[in-house]
């Protein structure tokens, strides 16, 4: 099986600095082991459920996923948690976007200190800018035992944390590699795609155990999907920053293509690349009068930004975009001036390279002959609809149940492909017959796998369906999660919200 530790950076809290972000790209999830030296504030252990309705008020109205329906409905958070404590829970609810900032218990929350660091909003937002400043920097998550959230980017390809107070959560974890977001976006578009593991159609998919105390972060356009094993409380949040643009365009690019509506939305998310282009032009101006350049990654930033900006601007389009287009903007004016500054720093990037070339093998100009190649690719939007070389993903947000599949088997590529054995998913001895879980069969042809449509899929289930029927097929799904047969890859839930 795919172990996270193939892919996953354990660091401690005062390893995570700007520098280390800079220098690595912050392009593979970290493990933190414990929240020391993060800067990050969490209740003490024994803050729990019935503390969040104290804090937040019994009356708000959240947004509840009952996974085995695969419905999302409202309801006051002093329903969820007498739902919560009560001793014969029948259905399976989920609370994953309770965002609580505005409320009491914002107090005992915040956030780690490099996600305020490098946060656009945190950073670029006017306080007294006319429209609202998003709100995804505290997210609550009461997840129930068998709780399943399926493959999904996040909404605008922002970055996030997650920290779990109590419990465990397990993540499946995919790289967004320019496949697999060309897979993710098909798979998506597809009708039934409720009946296919997303995780069958791509070559890793990586298991991440999150165990309470400790704190994942997981960067821009990760295709990811969670399972609870056990009741979880969890604090999370959302962040876009500059060292990740070009994914985070691209993620948003696939989400309006989509026409995805997640409840974790990221609003006014064009705002926020307004602002930071106006800020991005102040730096590079005033770099530029001292006689410096700005770092390569904020130049490409730039372009991407600026390549986005004509897109929303042109005749067509404006109907669109305007209503987030920041108040005293002048469009037109920002983008001519931004493309200055972009030309001022490639011609010294130029002049550079004509200095050194004699003594330098090409390569070493790899960053700066990436930036120039670069801009050929935007036109006419701002984000290729294939994207270039190197692993560069989309974004996007579901909430669907899903029939839990067989786990993935790593390829093997001297050997001939091989079918996956079913999963058995326990038998009622009434009752109306559960679905079965999906048969993936796997060929390891370019090292991608293609997912069988499930034999019997969630269609077929009745709209109340017997829920101790599925709550046991899930039980078993989870036993299964839990003791891996040798070759296999990761597994996921049985449900999508």
């Not at 993710?184 to 309470?212: G, I, L, P």
């Not at 995805?260 to 006014?268: C, D, E, M």
């Not at 102040?282 to 004509?310: C, M, S, T, Y």
Request: contains cysteine; aromatic residues 8%; proline residues 9%.
């Amino acid at each position: 099986s795919y172990s996270a530790e193939d892919v996953v950076t354990k660091l401690n809290g005062n390893q995570l600095t700007v520098e280390y972000f800079e220098d690595t790209g912050f392009i593979e999830p970290i493990l933190v082991p414990k929240k020391d030296g993060l800067g990050l504030s969490v209740p003490a252990p024994t803050f729990y459920v019935s503390d969040v309705e104290n804090y937040v008020g019994p009356e708000r109205v959240v947004d509840v996923t009952d996974v085995t329906k695969q419905k999302d409905c409202k309801m006051k958070l002093k329903e969820f948690v007498d739902y919560y404590y009560s001793t014969n829970r029948k259905r399976v609810l989920n609370v994953i976007n309770l965002e609580f900032s505005d409320t009491r218990m914002s107090n005992f929350v915040e956030a780690p200190e490099i996600v305020k660091k490098l946060s656009w909003v945190e950073n670029h937002w006017p306080d007294d800018a006319l429209l609202a400043k998003p709100k995804v920097t505290k997210y609550c998550l009461i997840c129930v035992k068998d709780s399943y959230t399926d493959f999904h980017i996040d909404s605008g390809g922002a970055s996030a944390w997650y920290h779990v107070l109590k419990g465990e959560k397990i993540f499946y974890l995919i790289r967004p590699t320019s496949a697999n977001i060309s897979l993710y976006e098909r798979w998506q578009s597809a009708a039934n795609h409720c009946e296919m593991f997303f995780a069958d159609q791509v070559d890793k998919c990586y298991k991440c155990t999150v165990k309470q105390g400790q704190t994942l972060f997981i960067p821009s356009g990760w295709i990811y999907a969670t399972l609870t094993p056990m009741d979880c409380l969890a604090f999370s949040g959302h962040f876009l920053h500059s060292l990740s643009v070009e994914m985070q365009m691209r993620a948003y690019e696939v989400e309006k293509r989509l026409k995805i509506v997640s409840l974790t939305q990221f609003p006014n998310y064009e705002t926020a690349c307004w602002y930071v282009g106006r800020h991005l032009l102040e730096k590079f101006k005033v770099l530029h009068k001292a006689g410096k350049q700005p770092v390569p990654h904020l130049v490409l930033g730039a372009k991407i930004l600026n390549g986005a900006f004509r897109s929303w601007t042109k005749k067509h389009a404006l109907l669109e975009h305007e209503d987030e287009l920041p108040e005293h903007f002048k469009p037109s004016q920002l983008i001519k001036d931004l493309a200055k500054e972009i030309r001022l720093t490639e011609n010294a990037s130029k002049v550079t390279k004509t200095d050194i070339s004699a003594n330098t093998i090409p390569e070493s100009n790899n960053i700066v002959e990436k930036i120039e190649k670069e801009p050929k690719e935007e036109p006419p939007s701002p984000v290729p609809e294939s994207p270039p070389p190197t692993e560069k993903l989309t974004k996007k947000k579901t909430n669907k149940s899903e029939k839990l599949s067989k786990p993935p088997k790593p390829p093997k590529p001297p050997k001939p492909p091989k079918e996956a054995k079913p999963v058995k998913s326990a038998k009622p001895p009434k009752t109306p017959k559960p679905p079965k879980p999906p048969k993936p069969s796997k060929n390891k042809e370019g090292g991608k796998k293609k997912a069988k449509k499930m034999k019997d899929s969630p269609q077929s289930l009745p709209t109340t369906p017997d829920l101790d029927v599925l709550e046991a097929h899930t039980k078993d799904a989870l036993i299964k999660v839990d003791t891996p047969k040798k070759g296999n890859g990761p597994q996921g839930g049985d449900k999508c919200l």
